[in-house]
Protein backbone atom coordinates (compact mmCIF):
# COMPACT_ATOMS: atom_id res chain seq x y z
CA UNK A 1 0.00 0.00 0.00
CA UNK A 2 1.25 3.47 -0.91
CA UNK A 3 1.75 6.19 1.64
CA UNK A 4 -0.97 9.13 0.92
CA UNK A 5 1.32 11.80 1.57
CA UNK A 6 -1.19 14.81 0.65
CA UNK A 7 -3.76 13.40 3.38
CA UNK A 8 -0.66 13.15 5.85
CA UNK A 9 0.27 16.80 4.76
CA UNK A 10 -3.04 18.20 5.20
CA UNK A 11 -3.66 16.37 8.94
CA UNK A 12 0.00 17.42 10.17
CA UNK A 13 -0.49 21.11 9.65
CA UNK A 14 -4.53 20.94 11.05
CA UNK A 15 -2.81 19.94 13.93
CA UNK A 16 -0.24 22.24 14.23
CA UNK A 17 -2.61 25.02 13.66
CA UNK A 18 -4.36 23.70 16.20
CA UNK A 19 -1.60 23.26 18.61
CA UNK A 20 -0.60 26.73 17.71
CA UNK A 21 -3.55 28.54 18.93
CA UNK A 22 -3.39 26.50 21.96
CA UNK A 23 -0.24 27.50 23.13
CA UNK A 24 -0.96 31.56 22.39
CA UNK A 25 -4.36 31.29 24.68
CA UNK A 26 -1.53 29.41 27.22
CA UNK A 27 0.28 33.06 27.46
CA UNK A 28 -2.91 34.67 29.74
CA UNK A 29 -2.24 31.49 32.12
CA UNK A 30 0.74 31.03 34.65
CA UNK A 31 3.21 28.60 33.31
CA UNK A 32 4.38 25.43 35.63
CA UNK A 33 7.57 25.75 34.98
CA UNK A 34 10.22 22.52 35.95
CA UNK A 35 13.75 21.75 35.24
CA UNK A 36 15.03 18.53 33.44
CA UNK A 37 19.15 17.56 33.50
CA UNK A 38 20.09 20.59 35.15
CA UNK A 39 18.65 23.86 36.18
CA UNK A 40 18.92 25.42 32.66
CA UNK A 41 16.67 22.73 31.47
CA UNK A 42 13.28 23.52 31.44
CA UNK A 43 10.38 22.09 30.57
CA UNK A 44 6.43 23.65 31.07
CA UNK A 45 2.98 22.11 30.91
CA UNK A 46 2.95 23.08 27.80
CA UNK A 47 5.40 21.50 26.35
CA UNK A 48 3.99 18.21 27.48
CA UNK A 49 0.38 19.24 26.62
CA UNK A 50 1.33 19.88 23.23
CA UNK A 51 3.37 16.62 22.79
CA UNK A 52 0.62 14.43 24.56
CA UNK A 53 -1.92 16.18 22.31
CA UNK A 54 0.26 15.07 18.80
CA UNK A 55 0.86 11.64 19.95
CA UNK A 56 -3.34 11.31 20.57
CA UNK A 57 -4.13 12.46 17.11
CA UNK A 58 -1.59 10.62 15.31
CA UNK A 59 -2.83 7.62 16.95
CA UNK A 60 -6.16 7.96 16.19
CA UNK A 61 -5.25 8.94 13.26
CA UNK A 62 -3.10 5.87 12.03
CA UNK A 63 -1.74 3.17 14.53
CA UNK A 64 0.86 1.64 12.58
CA UNK A 65 2.51 5.52 12.29
CA UNK A 66 5.30 6.07 14.85
CA UNK A 67 5.98 8.43 17.14
CA UNK A 68 9.30 9.99 18.50
CA UNK A 69 8.59 12.92 21.00
CA UNK A 70 10.97 14.93 23.20
CA UNK A 71 8.77 14.88 26.73
CA UNK A 72 8.68 11.05 25.93
CA UNK A 73 5.17 10.40 25.44
CA UNK A 74 5.70 8.69 21.99
CA UNK A 75 7.49 5.45 21.40
CA UNK A 76 10.87 4.52 22.52
CA UNK A 77 12.04 3.97 18.90
CA UNK A 78 15.12 1.76 17.55
CA UNK A 79 14.64 2.02 13.95
CA UNK A 80 13.36 4.58 11.40
CA UNK A 81 10.99 1.74 9.79
CA UNK A 82 8.02 2.53 8.55
CA UNK A 83 6.24 6.39 9.02
CA UNK A 84 7.87 7.79 11.98
CA UNK A 85 6.72 11.07 13.36
CA UNK A 86 9.18 12.97 15.07
CA UNK A 87 8.14 15.91 17.09
CA UNK A 88 9.14 18.86 19.56
CA UNK A 89 6.37 19.92 21.00
CA UNK A 90 7.91 23.64 21.81
CA UNK A 91 11.96 24.30 20.38
CA UNK A 92 13.39 27.15 22.22
CA UNK A 93 11.68 26.43 25.53
CA UNK A 94 13.83 28.74 27.31
CA UNK A 95 12.76 31.74 24.55
CA UNK A 96 9.28 30.52 25.48
CA UNK A 97 9.37 31.04 29.08
CA UNK A 98 11.64 34.10 29.19
CA UNK A 99 10.68 35.28 26.35
CA UNK A 100 6.85 34.46 24.56
CA UNK A 101 8.88 34.18 21.26
CA UNK A 102 11.23 33.06 19.17
CA UNK A 103 10.42 29.35 19.56
CA UNK A 104 8.78 26.77 17.43
CA UNK A 105 6.60 23.66 17.02
CA UNK A 106 8.92 21.43 15.32
CA UNK A 107 7.84 18.28 13.12
CA UNK A 108 9.34 15.74 10.69
CA UNK A 109 7.68 12.74 9.35
CA UNK A 110 9.87 9.91 7.54
CA UNK A 111 9.33 6.81 5.74
CA UNK A 112 11.71 4.15 6.31
CA UNK A 113 14.19 6.67 7.24
CA UNK A 114 13.45 9.18 4.54
CA UNK A 115 12.55 12.68 5.25
CA UNK A 116 8.78 13.14 3.32
CA UNK A 117 7.60 15.98 5.52
CA UNK A 118 8.76 19.15 7.67
CA UNK A 119 7.31 21.28 9.91
CA UNK A 120 8.59 24.30 11.74
CA UNK A 121 5.72 26.48 13.04
CA UNK A 122 6.83 30.03 14.51
CA UNK A 123 3.60 30.56 16.58
CA UNK A 124 3.60 33.94 17.68
CA UNK A 125 4.31 35.02 14.42
CA UNK A 126 2.19 32.57 12.68
CA UNK A 127 4.62 31.56 9.97
CA UNK A 128 5.02 27.82 8.89
CA UNK A 129 7.73 26.54 6.75
CA UNK A 130 6.45 23.45 5.11
CA UNK A 131 7.99 21.20 2.82
CA UNK A 132 7.18 18.13 1.03
CA UNK A 133 9.91 16.08 -0.02
CA UNK A 134 9.93 16.78 -4.18
CA UNK A 135 7.22 19.29 -3.95
CA UNK A 136 9.34 22.85 -2.88
CA UNK A 137 9.48 23.83 0.47
CA UNK A 138 7.09 26.99 1.27
CA UNK A 139 6.89 30.19 3.84
CA UNK A 140 2.82 30.27 4.15
CA UNK A 141 1.86 30.09 0.63
CA UNK A 142 5.10 31.62 -0.56
CA UNK A 143 7.29 29.23 -1.99
CA UNK A 144 11.07 29.12 -1.31
CA UNK A 145 13.53 30.04 -3.59
CA UNK A 146 16.35 27.42 -3.98
CA UNK A 147 19.32 28.58 -1.72
CA UNK A 148 22.40 30.26 -4.16
CA UNK A 149 25.67 30.17 -3.45
CA UNK A 150 27.02 32.67 -0.44
CA UNK A 151 30.84 33.68 -0.36
CA UNK A 152 32.47 32.46 3.49
CA UNK A 153 33.25 36.25 4.38
CA UNK A 154 29.49 37.66 3.16
CA UNK A 155 27.55 34.58 5.41
CA UNK A 156 26.13 34.38 8.52
CA UNK A 157 26.30 31.39 11.05
CA UNK A 158 24.34 30.49 13.69
CA UNK A 159 26.56 29.03 16.58
CA UNK A 160 26.07 29.29 20.42
CA UNK A 161 28.25 31.25 21.85
CA UNK A 162 29.29 28.09 24.29
CA UNK A 163 31.28 26.53 21.20
CA UNK A 164 33.67 29.34 21.19
CA UNK A 165 34.25 29.67 25.00
CA UNK A 166 37.46 26.94 26.46
CA UNK A 167 35.27 23.77 26.31
CA UNK A 168 35.73 19.98 26.74
CA UNK A 169 33.83 19.11 23.30
CA UNK A 170 35.62 21.28 20.62
CA UNK A 171 39.00 23.15 20.98
CA UNK A 172 38.71 27.04 20.41
CA UNK A 173 40.92 26.83 17.65
CA UNK A 174 38.45 25.16 15.52
CA UNK A 175 35.34 27.73 16.11
CA UNK A 176 37.48 30.71 16.71
CA UNK A 177 38.87 30.94 12.94
CA UNK A 178 35.42 30.38 11.70
CA UNK A 179 33.84 33.04 13.92
CA UNK A 180 36.33 35.82 13.02
CA UNK A 181 36.06 34.73 8.81
CA UNK A 182 32.07 34.64 8.60
CA UNK A 183 30.16 38.79 8.23
CA UNK A 184 28.54 37.63 11.51
CA UNK A 185 27.14 34.79 14.05
CA UNK A 186 23.65 35.34 15.60
CA UNK A 187 22.45 32.97 18.10
CA UNK A 188 18.05 32.52 18.27
CA UNK A 189 17.95 30.06 20.45
CA UNK A 190 15.89 27.40 18.50
CA UNK A 191 17.51 24.95 16.51
CA UNK A 192 14.15 24.38 14.92
CA UNK A 193 14.12 28.38 13.73
CA UNK A 194 17.52 28.35 13.08
CA UNK A 195 16.92 25.70 10.94
CA UNK A 196 14.21 27.41 9.21
CA UNK A 197 16.17 30.93 8.50
CA UNK A 198 18.81 28.72 6.37
CA UNK A 199 16.21 27.62 4.38
CA UNK A 200 14.99 31.20 3.44
CA UNK A 201 18.55 32.30 3.14
CA UNK A 202 18.17 34.55 6.23
CA UNK A 203 21.63 33.20 7.58
CA UNK A 204 24.11 30.26 5.74
CA UNK A 205 24.92 27.93 8.26
CA UNK A 206 24.12 26.62 11.49
CA UNK A 207 26.93 24.33 13.75
CA UNK A 208 26.38 22.67 16.95
CA UNK A 209 27.93 20.34 19.19
CA UNK A 210 24.74 18.20 20.48
CA UNK A 211 21.21 18.40 19.51
CA UNK A 212 18.58 15.71 19.47
CA UNK A 213 16.35 14.28 16.65
CA UNK A 214 13.42 16.23 16.99
CA UNK A 215 15.22 19.35 16.98
CA UNK A 216 16.40 18.29 13.38
CA UNK A 217 13.93 16.22 12.01
CA UNK A 218 11.61 19.17 10.41
CA UNK A 219 14.18 21.29 9.32
CA UNK A 220 16.31 19.20 7.79
CA UNK A 221 13.11 18.23 5.20
CA UNK A 222 12.73 22.12 4.72
CA UNK A 223 16.87 22.92 4.10
CA UNK A 224 17.19 19.88 1.89
CA UNK A 225 14.40 20.77 -0.17
CA UNK A 226 15.97 24.16 -1.52
CA UNK A 227 19.36 22.52 -1.59
CA UNK A 228 20.46 22.92 1.63
CA UNK A 229 22.47 20.49 3.44
CA UNK A 230 22.47 18.80 6.49
CA UNK A 231 24.82 16.37 8.26
CA UNK A 232 26.64 16.51 11.72
CA UNK A 233 30.19 18.12 11.94
CA UNK A 234 32.36 15.50 10.13
CA UNK A 235 29.70 15.74 7.42
CA UNK A 236 28.02 12.31 7.94
CA UNK A 237 24.34 11.87 7.58
CA UNK A 238 22.38 11.67 10.73
CA UNK A 239 20.17 8.70 11.64
CA UNK A 240 17.75 10.18 13.78
CA UNK A 241 17.81 7.67 16.61
CA UNK A 242 20.76 9.30 18.97
CA UNK A 243 21.76 12.27 19.70
CA UNK A 244 24.57 14.05 17.62
CA UNK A 245 26.46 17.16 16.36
CA UNK A 246 24.88 19.24 13.77
CA UNK A 247 26.12 21.23 11.03
CA UNK A 248 23.20 22.15 8.65
CA UNK A 249 24.00 24.99 5.70
CA UNK A 250 23.99 26.89 2.41
CA UNK A 251 25.30 24.05 0.07
CA UNK A 252 28.16 26.37 -0.98
CA UNK A 253 28.52 27.32 2.54
CA UNK A 254 28.72 23.96 4.11
CA UNK A 255 31.26 22.72 1.44
CA UNK A 256 34.20 25.48 2.53
CA UNK A 257 33.83 25.16 5.95
CA UNK A 258 34.16 21.55 6.26
CA UNK A 259 36.89 21.33 3.96
CA UNK A 260 38.56 24.23 5.49
CA UNK A 261 37.34 24.00 9.12
CA UNK A 262 36.21 21.01 10.31
CA UNK A 263 37.79 18.18 8.43
CA UNK A 264 40.67 16.61 10.19
CA UNK A 265 40.43 19.24 13.08
CA UNK A 266 37.29 18.15 15.40
CA UNK A 267 38.13 15.64 17.96
CA UNK A 268 36.06 12.19 17.52
CA UNK A 269 33.44 12.12 20.35
C1 LIG B 1 16.74 23.41 22.51
C2 LIG B 1 16.84 24.53 21.49
C3 LIG B 1 18.16 25.26 21.63
C4 LIG B 1 19.35 24.31 21.52
C5 LIG B 1 19.20 23.22 22.56
C6 LIG B 1 17.89 22.46 22.37
P1 LIG B 1 14.32 22.70 23.46
O1 LIG B 1 15.53 22.68 22.34
O2 LIG B 1 16.73 24.05 20.18
O3 LIG B 1 18.29 26.23 20.63
O4 LIG B 1 20.52 25.03 21.74
O5 LIG B 1 20.27 22.33 22.48
O6 LIG B 1 17.79 21.45 23.35
O7 LIG B 1 14.80 21.92 24.65
O8 LIG B 1 14.00 24.12 23.76
O9 LIG B 1 13.26 21.96 22.72
CA1 LIG C 1 13.76 20.71 26.06
CA1 LIG D 1 14.27 21.19 20.82
CA1 LIG E 1 11.34 20.97 23.13
Redesign the pocket.
Given at each position: MTTNWQEIDLFAKNLIDRAGETIRHSFRNKLQIETKSDAN???TNM?KEIEKFFVEKINAFDSSHHIMG?EGYGDQLTSMDGVVWIV?????????VHQQRN?AI?VGIYEDGVGMLGYIYDVVLDELYHAHKGHGAYLNNSKLEMLKDVKLEESILAL?TTWVTPHDRVPYEVFGPLVHKVRGTR????????MAYIATGRIDGYL?M???P??IAGGKVIIEEVGGIVTDLFNQPHTLLSKASVFAGNPAVHKIIYEHYLKEKLPKS
Open positions: DLVDEDPIDGTMNFFSNSYGSAALETRLSWD
